[in-house]
T-cell receptor, first 116, second 113 residues
Framework: EAQVTQNPRYLITVTGKKLTVTCSQNMNHEYMSWYRQDPGLGLRQIYYSMNVEVTDKGDVPEGYKVSRKEKRNFPLILESPSPNQTSLYFC???WGMGQHNNSPLHFGNGTRLTVT | KQEVTQIPAALSVPEGENLVLNCSFTDSAIYNLQWFRQDPGKGLTSLLLIQSSQREQTSGRLNASLDKSSGRSTLYIAASQPGDSATYLCAVRYFQGAQKLVFGQGTRLTINP
């Protein structure tokens, strides 16, 4: 089954304790992205990757890191989490976001992160 | 500023009714528009994608239209069912900043049996 898999689904942590949220897709998609969803603010892009070893900042990248060493995986790293990073996080992938590519974006089931 | 607006924020209708959800966007220079469904605590499920050159797309009881000149899209749901209850999100891929989707805040739809 074609899917985007995120782990964990729920995570409670304390301020400053480094964590990683994993994301994997089995569709051989080139493009992957992370979004966060907050009440009243909607979904906002954190980082994206157009292909292996190619990543770039989205609208709200502060406090996050990403890497794309393999095509299927795109982990989100919080080096020193803070309470304002408490949110619902989504990983997404598609065939591409280039000028001539109009493929749909597929989302994972989300990771609910609480930082105390 | 590139924005996407969905009104109303919430809608409640009796089962069996046909209904329309609205989405407006601020710039006609778009690649595509995508409608998603989000169930509580779940991820986003892609429903329909309309390319810039298209006027509408259909999938089962769902029909999405696109009018770039007026900056509007509608999602028509025929013969609504309680299982259609969810939040519906509209997202636009603009020419500018094309490596992301810009999302509306969503319409929370409740279908009453």
């Amino acid at each position: 089954e074609a899917q985007v898999t995120q782990n964990p689904r729920y995570l409670i942590t304390v301020t400053g304790k480094k964590l990683t949220v994993t994301c994997s897709q089995n569709m051989n998609h080139e493009y992957m992205s992370w979004y966060r969803q907050d009440p009243g603010l909607g979904l906002r892009q954190i980082y994206y990757s157009m292909n292996v070893e190619v990543t770039d900042k989205g609208d709200v990248p502060e406090g996050y890191k990403v890497s794309r060493k393999e095509k299927r995986n795109f982990p989100l790293i919080l080096e020193s989490p803070s309470p304002n990073q408490t949110s619902l996080y989504f990983c997404a992938s598609s065939w591409g976001m280039g000028q001539h590519n109009n493929s749909p974006l597929h989302f994972g089931n989300g990771t609910r992160l609480t930082v105390t | 500023k590139q924005e996407v607006t969905q009104i109303p924020a919430a809608l409640s209708v009796p089962e069996g009714e046909n209904l329309v959800l609205n989405c407006s966007f601020t710039d006609s220079a778009i690649y595509n528009l995508q409608w998603f469904r989000q169930d509580p605590g779940k991820g986003l499920t892609s429903l329909l994608l309309i390319q810039s050159s298209q006027r509408e797309q259909t999938s089962g009881r769902l029909n999405a239209s696109l009018d770039k000149s007026s900056g509007r899209s509608t999602l028509y749901i025929a013969a609504s069912q309680p299982g259609d209850s969810a939040t519906y999100l509209c997202a636009v891929r603009y020419f500018q900043g094309a490596q992301k989707l810009v999302f509306g805040q969503g319409t929370r739809l409740t279908i009453n049996p």
